[in-house]
């Protein structure tokens, strides 16, 4: 690195930095502790920043131009073929090591001035800049005001260069064949590693949606910065809450990004202007999972659906509310509209318990979901674990009134499991502790309650059979005494 900063006359010389990049990432032997050493000492200085954004986004050109020309030519020798993508793919490896070990933007933004690793400047670009401020400190004496108005500007103007710059090495890196681990790895850390510095985080929708599309737990991780897109820079996607309905299966609620999609999905359907047939939807293909997925996954699901029914009263009229006096009153009047065998024989032709909503439809649009009803919230009341069958009372309450209720927090279920549930469970105060108390002693092991219906005349028989045996048994010794007697008074005489 003195060769870098002292070989171009005192200035940074960005050929040799580029050659040590270069063979760093083409290296096939591991160097992690050589890009270790260069990122904790010199990749805290600004300039060499900009020259790693430079040069790395000239290795991914070449990488990118590599595997083009490789599809192209076919070559015959397959050992050879396989040589080359595993080389290809150990670059790549590497590049990412290189631009994540890189430190963002933000932790210089408190520093007044950007710290250089070369003493009189870089390229011409950052010459320029530096001999601007040389000049502006030359020439006559301005105010104090103004000096500071003319280092705002020049750290204004190098924060904008050095943004250009990671955009492109950025952007160029992420259109390579990354590998299935480095993919996953990129999603996760895109959206507050990359998109917050990027110059036009638009250049990403390509990217994202491509993610997006894959499915399963890609478009799980690719949902955080395609979100971020659509609400910060007005992305448009129309096909969003499509792909959105479409992740909704049992497997999810086992995925390991699954507290992060709990609350992007609550996000993304916090809008008022939400269409009702779509809410909808979400609420019933949630209410029918909930019956498919464990008790962790059903909290989660009640709190979605209260959220939803409170944000859209329009879709309350799915919930059933069965009232004992209201339907009192309604058989009432029933029995007396029924008056001829012909309204009887209408009624009776009627099939009760038709589901319109089809679950296998990945449309929300054409699922029928105004069409049906929230029968599952009324299985869950008889759910086996107590913290669901208590939550679902909840859903009890009139939700439309929003001054009486308030929004559930997603997050505080999105972590939940067994572990978790037993956990509450055993923690929780009970005010009456059922006991094993007896008002009077227990004649036998089970009551005649516990077998209604049921009679056991073999007892009885068993019973009559024993007292039998007992009385012979006391004849035949009364008899004995008697004969015993008598013999001793023979032998007395």
């Known amino acids: ?204 929708c390509d990217f994202l949606t491509r993610s997006y599309d894959i499915g399963g737990v890609v478009s799980v991780m690719a949902l955080s910065s395609l979100f971020i897109l659509m609400t910060q820079h007005g992305l448009e996607y129309p096909n969003f809450y499509e792909k959105l309905y479409a992740l909704l299966v049992p497997s999810i609620f086992m995925a390991k990004h699954r507290a992060k999609f709990f609350e992007l999905l609550d996000s993304c359907l916090r809008s008022p202007l939400l269409p009702a047939y779509l809410a909808a939807a979400f609420v019933k293909k949630l209410s029918r999972l909930s019956i498919l997925v464990p008790p962790s996954g059903a909290l989660v699901i009640m709190a979605l659906i209260h959220n939803l029914l409170r944000r859209h009263p329009s879709i309350n009229c799915l919930l059933h509310r069965e009232d004992g006096n209201e339907t009192h009153n309604d058989d009432s009047k029933a029995e007396k509209e029924i008056v001829d065998a012909a309204t009887v024989a209408n009624i009776s032709s009627i099939k009760p318990g038709i589901d319109h909503f089809d679950d296998e439809e990945s449309n929300p649009v054409k699922s029928n979901a105004m069409r049906s009803s929230l029968w599952e919230i009324d299985t869950l009341r008889h759910h086996y674990c107590p913290p669901v069958s208590r939550f679902v009372l909840s859903l009890e309450n009139d939700l439309t009134v929003r001054a009486k209720t308030t929004e559930i927090n997603v997050k505080d279920f999105c972590s939940g499991s067994y572990a978790t549930i037993f956990g509450e469970e055993i923690r929780r105060r009970v005010k009456q502790v059922p006991l094993a108390f007896y008002k009077t002693t227990p004649t036998s092991l089970f009551s005649d309650s516990d077998f209604a219906g049921w009679t056991f005349i073999c007892d009885k028989t068993e019973e009559n059979s024993n007292g039998n045996k007992e009385k012979n048994f006391a004849c035949l010794s009364e008899e004995n005494g008697h004969i015993s007697a008598k013999r001793q008074r023979i032998e007395c005489s």
């Open 1 to 204: 690195m003195e060769f870098v900063k002292l070989g171009n006359g005192g200035k940074f010389h960005s050929a040799i930095y580029h050659k040590l990049l270069h063979s760093i990432v083409h290296s096939t032997e591991s160097v992690g502790s050589v890009t270790d050493f260069l990122a904790s000492k010199y990749f805290k200085y600004i300039d060499v920043r900009y020259f790693t954004y430079i040069s790395m986004e000239k290795l991914a050109r070449s990488l990118e131009g590599k595997g083009i020309s490789d599809d192209k030519t076919g070559s015959a020798d397959e050992n050879s073929e396989s040589h080359s993508r595993a080389s290809i793919e150990l670059s790549l490896r590497k590049s990412y090591y290189i631009l994540s070990k890189i430190p963002s933007m933000e932790d210089n933004n408190e520093k007044s001035e950007h710290e250089m690793w070369s003493g009189s400047g870089s390229s011409s670009e950052e010459g320029n800049l530096k001999e601007a401020s040389k000049k502006s400190k030359t020439k006559v004496k301005m105010p104090k005001a103004e000096k500071s108005n003319n280092n705002a500007l020049s750290a204004a103007i190098i924060s904008k260069k050095m943004k250009s710059k990671f955009t492109k090495a950025w952007i160029t890196f992420l259109r390579l064949p990354l590998p299935v681990d480095i993919y996953k790895e990129v999603l996760v850390t895109l959206h507050r590693a990359v998109i917050p510095f990027l110059s036009n985080p638009i250049m990403l």
